[in-house]
C-alpha cells in the first residue's frame, strides 16, 4: 500500500521561498512517475511539476522557472523548491504518484497550505 505524505506548507510573503517535501511509503516508488498539484476552493486540482521515475521533468506554463521538482531515490521523497512566490500561488499542494504498474493508478497525499501574502 503506498502512502504519501507532505510537508513543509506554511504562510510566506510575496517574494519568498518554501520547500515542500513528500515522502512516500512502500516499494514501488522508484518505478513510479511523482507529481506536485494544487487546488484551490472551486477550481480543479492542476498540475504544477512532474518528475519521472527517469528524472525528467515538467511544469506548468505559470510556473515560469520558479519552482524545481526532485527526487530522491534513497529516501523515497520527491520535493518542490518553489522561490518568487506570488500571492496566486496560495493552495493546498498535493503530492501525487502515478503507479504504472498495470495502467495508470494514482495516488495522493493529504494536501498541505500553501498561502503567501501579498
Known amino acids: 500500500q503506498v502512502q504519501l505524505a507532505e510537508s513543509g506548507g506554511g504562510l510566506v510573503q510575496a517574494g519568498g521561498s518554501l520547500r515542500l517535501s513528500c515522502a512516500a511509503s512502500?516499494?514501488?516508488?522508484?518505478?513510479?512517475?511523482m507529481g506536485w498539484y494544487r487546488q484551490t476552493p472551486g477550481k480543479q486540482r492542476e498540475l504544477v511539476a512532474r518528475?519521472?521515475?527517469?528524472?525528467?521533468?515538467n511544469y506548468a506554463d505559470f510556473v515560469e522557472g520558479r519552482f524545481t521538482i526532485s527526487r530522491d531515490m534513497a529516501k523515497n521523497t520527491v520535493d518542490l523548491q518553489m522561490n518568487s512566490l506570488k500571492p496566486e500561488d496560495t493552495a493546498v499542494y498535493y503530492c501525487n504518484l502515478e503507479d504504472l504498474r498495470w495502467g495508470l493508478r494514482r495516488y495522493w497525499g493529504q494536501g498541505t497550505q500553501v498561502t503567501v501574502s501579498s
Open positions: 512502500g516499494s514501488i516508488f522508484s518505478i513510479s512517475n
Open positions: 518528475i519521472t521515475r527517469g528524472g525528467s521533468t
